[in-house]
């Protein structure tokens, strides 16, 4: 393949002098850079290289003028506005900038078509006149205010003009603007060595610059396919059609380099995959299949930027040589969130920084690494004391002297000014740099180096404008001077393949193009209305709108395949996708015009989705197993663990054998556990002391009133020392005081009814040995028991429930149920282990009861364990435990525990049932 650039200079060395004399402008720095390379290789002997720049370079060397950015436009109008706007009708700068942004573009495209302002604008100020709401003769000061901006544009667009050429500088309309009315002058001086290449969509200062030149003797080449120029409805030669039709040049002048290549032999593929990842991986299976040979004019073009990080991570092995033309964004760097979150930080006006907030930003790799893992101690402080909202003072606290310039850095106590802000994030950068190895770190120093200009940036910005006070305005332009930073890639920009993005695509060629996702809405981009100016209005002074932008992506689109020969185009099938999944009018198009020699297949992938089945897990008990259940067995088996067996042998495994514990968390609102163990802890410190003695209602009323100190201290004692003050937690405080005030009440309520109870254990530690013959190791269970009292001389083991429990959950029928069937039996199984643990070894002469009293369900007092007997027709219930209950209980539970300790027995998962379906 012969590229348009090669082509040029071929016919230029055969015909010119001397080469090194011409002064080459192109569309992009890019395209120069492929000239020279293409040049060098033309060449046998040297030669000095010609001049090569872009058009935008030739318009400030024309106009005298310094390209400024959007950022600092935004300042210089706003500087303007506050010149010409009464202070009284005056919008502070954040509220200015909201739709100023748009009247900037709005300038800039009217300078770049050489439209009247003035005449433009009193069209733009007659059609609101007309449009405003106000039908009355007399004006509402809202209407006026309104009409007043629109009539003041001419004003803002003069007196910015002003200030800006008196200091030299311009946005780039304005640039054109003025090398447009310089450039007569110019082009008769200099326009002979001029050679302009690879243009396509002109506006009208840039055409009227080119005609100037070429008047004058400078020369250019288009880039055009017969194909395309000799079909009018074609939007690939839109513009190219309308110079040769409209420019006076070509009256008497004939049009420089039209190619028939587009009619050759070309393969072209359409895939359709679904999801971005779908074509990344795509992409990488195919270039893997790629020689070297081929690789070196392969060009893979992202028509969303945004697929750069996923296929840098997917490039296969066999490339190894890759050129990158597009940087690597600033805001997918480490520093990106950090930054962010102290943006957040610091508009804070209460002291009270958020726990999420602060691990945010003590979690980054680098403050880690800055305070010596220190960060990483203080977030499992935060999250083991529960603190969720603390005060500069305190995180400050958790670090030594060394730390404490990063950490005050990082946090504040009050609402801070931008320059504050910015000073902070000198501090952070140094203190970073200073702690960074060029060699190890040298990826991160780049990206701390362009944070640090923009930080330098916006410092100047501030100084130079002090209207700049908002720190959401700050956040606003940090962010837009980032998106402008990128890192470049170090490659040998003309070796291997080569990924970039649509644009950089301009006067270049490939034998292999792949192009990735080709739909609507990305290519071309769709509609967007960034303007003041009504479409109606843009039609009237031939300003661009959609039609023109599409005609672009559709000359951008065919020159990619204008002279490749395999050509690889992938769109999204994924309807779900942001932007619909709608394959892009331009491979409709494809089939529609389909050339002879052109081979179009068109196909769809699927990525195969295995079935997943969902088998439950085994796990064989290994001689290490076998060993950790017999040190369970010796230390004692507890209820719960007992009973999680019995619910899934699997979490057993996980939660007692392997020791697996859950992560542990910040709790923001107190979980339910949380809730129990208050309640627990609130009963156990008000009967405990009087263990042993008779319940009086004095101790009962004494308990009452000092219910809601106490259960204050047990919430901080075990869930957070912050305030209970707001909030779900308050609500859940509530229910803790409810739950103690209401269960004193019904104790005050049995002893007024005659009931004698003498409080014989709270919180008791108990443990007893099993024997069990088949084992040949001790086996012992333990656990806590809530209470155990003797009412009317019936000893009562009592386990307390915050949840709802019912009597008919306490209630078996079926012994050989109880140690199989958790949802129904789980809670009798608790209270007999309990009884087991209490009796076995006592002299116990007394009636024994054991149950529950659910805080859910107090009306019903005491919920008593009752075996179920059917004596004829009829059922009996008989609550009191017997030494045969004992008996027929520890049996079931012998057979338990061997099941665990049986090494034929693996740890089988269950399915297990929810109110939300089985799992």
Excluded at 179 to 194: G, P, Q
Excluded at 756 to 780: G, H, M, R, Y
Aim: charged share 25%.
């Amino acid at each position: 393949m012969t590229s348009f650039i090669s082509q040029i200079l071929k016919q230029l060395l055969t015909h010119e002098k001397d080469i090194s004399e011409l002064i080459f402008v192109l569309p992009s720095k890019r395209a120069g850079a492929y000239l020279r390379k293409e040049l060098g290789s033309l060449v046998n002997q040297p030669i000095f290289s010609p001049d090569v720049i872009s058009i935008e370079e030739f318009s400030e060397k024309v106009s005298g003028l310094k390209t400024i950015d959007s950022v600092n436009t935004l300042f210089e109008l706003y500087a303007v506005y506050k010149e010409i706007t009464p202070k009284d009708q005056l919008e502070d700068f954040e509220s200015f900038s909201n739709w100023a942004q748009t009247l900037i573009h709005d300038f800039n495209e009217i300078d770049r078509y050489l439209i009247d302002p003035n005449k433009i604008f009193n069209y733009l100020f007659e059609i609101q006149d007309k449009n405003h709401w106000s039908l009355g003769e007399d004006q509402t000061e809202i209407v006026k205010n309104y009409l007043v901006f629109w009539k003041k544009l001419p004003e803002y667009y003069n007196l910015l003009r002003e200030n800006l050429l008196n200091k030299s500088e311009g946005y780039q309309g304005l640039i054109y603007r003025l090398a447009s009315e310089k450039i007569d002058d110019f082009a008769k001086l200099n326009a002979d060595n001029y050679i302009f290449l690879g243009f396509n969509a002109l506006n009208n200062a840039e055409q009227h610059i080119i005609q100037s030149m070429l008047e004058n003797k400078a020369r250019i080449f288009w880039d055009i396919d017969e194909v395309f120029l000799k079909d009018p409805n074609h939007d690939a030669s839109l513009f190219i059609l309308q110079y040769l039709e409209n420019w006076p040049y070509y009256k008497t002048n004939k049009f420089e380099t039209v190619s028939n290549i587009y009619n050759t032999y070309k393969e072209i593929e359409i895939i359709g995959v679904p999801k971005n990842i779908g074509q990344v991986k795509f992409v990488a299976e195919t270039l893997s299949e790629l020689s070297k040979e081929e690789l070196n004019s392969t060009a893979l073009v992202l028509g969303d930027e945004s697929l750069l990080l996923p296929m840098l991570n997917s490039i296969p092995p066999n490339i190894e040589e890759l050129n990158i033309t597009m940087g690597y964004p600033l805001k997918y760097s480490v520093f990106a969130s950090l930054f962010e979150k102290l943006f957040e930080i610091y508009q804070i006006e209460n002291n009270q920084i958020y726990y999420k907030d602060i691990i945010a930003v003590l979690s980054s790799p680098f403050i880690i690494k800055a305070t010596n893992q220190r960060s990483e101690e203080v977030i499992n402080k935060i999250k083991t004391e529960n603190l969720l909202y603390l005060s500069k003072h305190q995180i400050e606290s958790f670090f030594s002297e060394e730390h404490q310039e990063l950490i005050s850095s990082c946090f504040t106590d009050n609402k801070l000014n931008p320059k504050q802000v910015l000073n902070r994030f000198t501090v952070i950068i140094k203190v970073f740099k200073d702690l960074l190895d060029k060699d190890e770190d040298g990826l991160a120093l780049e990206f701390l180096y362009h944070y640090h200009q923009v930080v330098q940036r916006l410092n100047e910005l501030i100084t130079d404008f002090p209207h700049f006070t908002s720190l959401v305005s700050l956040l606003q332009y940090f962010r837009e001077l980032s998106s402008q930073q990128s890192l470049d890639f170090q490659g040998k920009p003309f070796q291997g393949l080569q990924l970039m993005g649509m644009l950089e695509t301009r006067g270049l060629d490939f034998d292999t193009v792949i192009l990735t996702s080709v739909n609507e809405g990305i290519l071309p981009a769709g509609k967007s209305n960034n303007s003041f100016i009504p479409y109606e209005l843009k039609k009237t002074f031939n300003l661009p709108t959609y039609k023109e932008k599409d005609a672009i992506y559709t000359y951008h689109f065919y020159h990619l395949l204008h002279r490749a020969k395999k050509i690889y185009l992938l769109h999204d099938t994924d309807t779900e996708s942001q932007m619909g999944s709608e394959k892009s009018r331009f491979l409709l198009q494809l089939f529609h015009e389909q050339q002879p020699k052109h081979k179009i297949t068109n196909s769809v992938i699927s990525p195969e989705v295995p079935v997943v089945v969902n088998k439950l897990q085994t796990v064989s008990k290994t001689p290490e197993i076998l060993e950790k259940i017999k040190k369970l067995a010796n230390s004692g088996f507890s209820p719960s663990a007992l009973t999680t067996y019995i619910r899934n042998p699997l979490d057993f495994y996980k939660n007692y054998i392997l020791n697996i514990k859950d992560i542990e968390e910040v709790e923001e609102t107190v979980a339910y556990n949380t809730l129990g163990t208050v309640v627990h802890d609130t009963l156990e410190t008000f009967y405990l002391p009087i263990v042993g003695q008779f319940l009086t209602i004095e101790n009962l009323t004494d308990f009452k009133k000092r219910t809601a100190q106490e259960v204050k201290a047990q919430f901080e004692k075990t869930y957070s020392k912050a305030p209970l003050n707001k909030g779900k937690n308050l609500l859940i405080f509530e229910v803790a005081k409810r739950y103690v005030t209401n269960f004193l009440n019904m104790e005050i309520e049995q002893l007024k009814k005659g009931v004698s109870i003498a409080i014989k254990e709270v919180e008791s530690n108990l443990k007893t040995l099993l024997l069990i013959p088949q084992l040949d190791f001790q086996v012992n269970i333990k656990g806590k028991v809530d209470r155990v009292d003797l009412a009317n001389n019936v000893l009562r083991i009592i386990d307390y429930k915050t949840g709802k429990v019912l009597q008919n959950q306490l209630e078996i029928s079926d012994w050989d149920l109880i140690a199989s069937d958790y949802d129904k039996y789980s809670k009798p199984f608790q209270v007999l282990t309990y009884a087991v643990m209490l009796l076995q070894d006592s002299n116990n002469s007394l009636e024994v009861e054991a149950g529950v009293i659910s805080f859910k369900n107090l009306k019903e007092g005491f919920l008593k364990f009752s075996l179920k007997e059917k004596q004829g027709a009829k059922t009996l219930k008989n609550s009191l435990i017997s030494k045969e209950i004992l008996n027929d209980f520890q049996e079931q539970l012998n057979l338990l525990i061997l099941e665990i300790c049986n090494p034929e027995i693996p740890f089988i998962e269950k399915e297990i049932k929810s109110a939300y379906g089985t799992y």
